[in-house]
């Protein structure tokens, strides 16, 4: 098992290096943050301006150079280049990450507990009005555009904020950014201030994600319950709920992990269009705002961290596959 | 002369296979008949059958065309033009315009159907590229197994770790963001999940009777893959492209939304709600119209994907209710 975990991490690092190299790729291709930035500044800059920037930039090397440069520097300093906007690249990432990690965490939390228990209740009474009510609801969310759902609950949030202030004069529901604009000191304060910021787009983010693992759960728990082992546990006279639990579950919850493991890439596309909506500053906003700009490291930095994040989960995913499931070994 | 030619009820009576009165062997008859007729199903109608009796598949499909030809004929049918301005800005909805009028004096049905002609051109272009280049790609990684099928799994998972919204996002920004860029582009990054899928079905073909039946006739691997393989996941396709669909026009509004897809003068239903999204409180249809219209689109794309799923799952011939 070990063994595995080493060999497993060694195998992401060329994946990490071509997935990086991509990235380099993508980032020169989509256009030069020098040219971008002075192009509508009148007068004109002078050249020795435009020279010394492309300088500071590293845009006078070579194009491999550039590359090559960019991830030495990386590797032996730990120096993520510079940016346009003149930020320090890895501290800006390690915020960003900060604020939009809480999100996906805690809506990967919550899709996970719905779909389980939608998914359970779902192939339990299969083809029941339960069943099909589930079914509806879950393909609606995953016909929904995810601002659209984020916009519909900050107007809902909105709306119950102004009645609720006009009899009681507070307003409960946080609808704007990630924290409060001056968050209180101590921790308890700190953490609820954080926790009634995150709810909305938890919520938005996280009916998404339900939507298409709650399908999965019962597909998976339907196949389990057609299954000989299951009939034999039936059989023997155990209760539903005991065949339900300790033996169809937890087989059918296997393959979760990794389909888990694969929305992660996903959950960050539906953290930027969230905090979009809810205007926090977290990777979306990071990432938004160097394309803009074609700050050309911080996409390159962005897209490493996430990169590192979905390999990650993928080896993590897999090693608790083998946990799992007993017919599995890695040796 | 035949036998059969001179009793003209011999398909009836007799059938093929009776004594012959001459010498001569009779022609091999046309038709096999047996004492209890079996009708003959190919898996295709199988596949109809299953699928008609799935009424909310089939009522989708039927929506789906009747949507597909009003949002692409309206401009003759209706004689809507989007470029039309009113002299009534900023309308609710009413009988005259459903949708009401944006600050220009738009009718903003004109405009929805306008957005959602791009929304699906965007569309059936990215299931079309993802379904040519990803099917053949995972089928190939699959047949030949081993070395091939690990690198190019491996690229597959490079471009996994990228997440699209980022990528489709960075180049379209750049190449001015018209509607054939952001197709092209989400086609470019979409094929991964069929490539994905395409393989997972073709492993568990490959090994088959019929596939090595074909291999002991001579047949190359080209004709293997294309003639014996492909048809063999043609229904998994179906069914992926219709989730294609949805997806792309999803994808398609996210990366509008977010001011990084398409760009005005071009539209479509993301960048219509990009653009009405602070007047949400002011004039909410501007938002809510352009929104209701994906979610029509993909849940009835949707429906008609589970239907077919249903359908062409051959477990489901007794279960399905």
């Not at chain 1, 924290?179 to 983010?205: A, E, K, N």
């Not at chain 2, 159907?113 to 995972?138: D, E, K, T, W």
């Not at chain 2, 990054?189 to 073709?202: L, Y």
């Not at chain 2, 119209?289 to 589970?306: A, E, H, Q, R, T």
Request: hydrophobic share 50%; aromatic share 10%.
């Amino acid at each position: 098992m070990l063994v595995f975990t080493i060999r497993r991490l060694f195998q992401a690092i060329p994946i990490l290096i071509v997935s990086s190299f991509l990235s380099f790729w993508l980032a020169t291709v989509s256009g030069d943050p020098v040219t971008q930035k002075f192009a509508l500044r009148n007068p004109p800059p002078s050249k020795a301006i435009l020279d010394l920037t492309r300088h500071n930039m590293r845009l006078d090397r070579p194009w491999i150079t550039q590359y090559w440069d960019w991830l030495w520097g990386l590797v032996s300093r730990g120096d993520w280049g510079p940016s346009i906007d003149g930020l320090q690249i890895g501290s800006a990432i390690g915020t960003a990450l900060a604020v939009t990690l809480r999100l996906i965490l805690a809506a990967m939390i919550i899709a996970l507990v719905l779909a389980m228990a939608s998914g359970i209740i779902s192939a339990y009474r299969q083809y029941s009005k339960v069943d099909y009510s589930f079914t509806f609801v879950g393909f609606v969310f995953l016909a929904m555009p995810t601002f659209w759902i984020a916009a519909l609950l900050k107007e809902g949030a909105i709306q119950f904020n102004n009645s609720w202030q006009s009899s009681f004069g507070t307003r409960p529901i946080q609808t704007v950014g990630q924290q409060s604009i001056v968050p209180p000191t101590d921790f308890f304060g700190r953490m609820s201030d954080y926790g009634t910021h995150l709810v909305l787009p938890t919520i938005s983010l996280a009916l998404i994600t339900y939507a298409a693992w709650s399908r999965f759960v019962r597909g998976s728990l339907l196949e389990v319950l057609n299954s000989d082992y299951v009939r034999l546990a039936r059989a023997k006279g155990l209760t539903p709920r005991r065949v339900m639990f300790r033996h169809a579950l937890r087989t059918a919850l296997i393959p979760m992990t990794t389909v888990t493991a694969l929305t992660i890439a996903a959950l960050f596309g539906g953290a930027i269009i969230t905090e979009r909506v809810f205007q926090w500053r977290g990777m979306g906003t990071l990432i938004i705002n160097a394309i803009n700009e074609r700050d050309r490291y911080v996409i390159m930095g962005w897209l490493l961290v996430v990169g590192l994040i979905v390999v990650l989960g993928n080896i993590i995913a897999d090693l608790l596959y083998a946990v799992l499931d007993p017919r599995i070994r890695y040796e | 002369m035949s036998e059969t030619t001179s009793r003209p009820s011999a398909e009836e009576s007799e059938g093929a296979g009776g004594p012959s009165a001459v010498g001569l062997a009779p022609p091999p008859p046309e038709k096999v008949e047996r004492e209890f007729t079996v009708k003959e199903r190919s898996q295709a109608s199988m596949v109809l059958t299953r699928f008609l009796r799935h009424r909310l598949a089939i009522g989708s499909l039927i929506f789906f065309i009747l949507l597909v030809l009003v949002v692409y004929l309206s401009p003759v049918i209706f004689h809507l033009n989007y470029s039309t301005i009113t002299d009534q800005a900023s309308l609710s909805p009413s009988f005259k315009y459903p949708m009401g009028t944006d600050e220009l004096g738009h009718n903003y049905v004109a405009l929805v159907l306008r957005g959602a002609h791009q929304s699906m051109n965007i569309a059936f272009i990215v299931a079309i590229m993802s379904s040519a280049f990803g099917a053949p790609y995972g089928a190939i990684a699959a047949y030949y197994g081993g070395k091939i099928d690990a690198i190019m799994m491996r690229i597959v998972d490079v471009i996994l770790t990228l997440p699209f919204l980022v990528v489709t996002g960075a180049l379209a920004e750049h190449y001015s963001g018209t509607w054939y860029t952001v197709a092209i582009l989400l086609g470019v990054t979409g094929w991964v999940i069929n490539a994905r899928v395409t393989r997972g079905v073709v492993l568990s073909v490959r090994n088959q009777e019929f596939v090595e039946a074909a291999r002991a006739l001579g047949a190359s691997d080209t004709r293997i893959i294309f003639r014996h393989l492909i048809p063999n996941v043609t229904g998994t396709l179906i069914v992926q492209a219709t989730l294609d669909i949805a997806t792309a026009i999803l994808a398609e509004a996210g990366l509008s939304f977010i001011g990084l897809g398409i760009h005005a003068p071009d539209t479509s239903l993301g960048v219509l709600a990009q653009q009405s999204q602070n007047a949400i409180e002011t004039r909410p249809w501007l938002f809510y119209f352009p929104c209701v219209m994906i979610v029509v689109i993909c849940l009835s794309i949707n429906f008609i994907g589970d239907g077919l799923r249903d359908a062409l799952d051959p477990r489901q011939t007794r279960q399905r209710r």
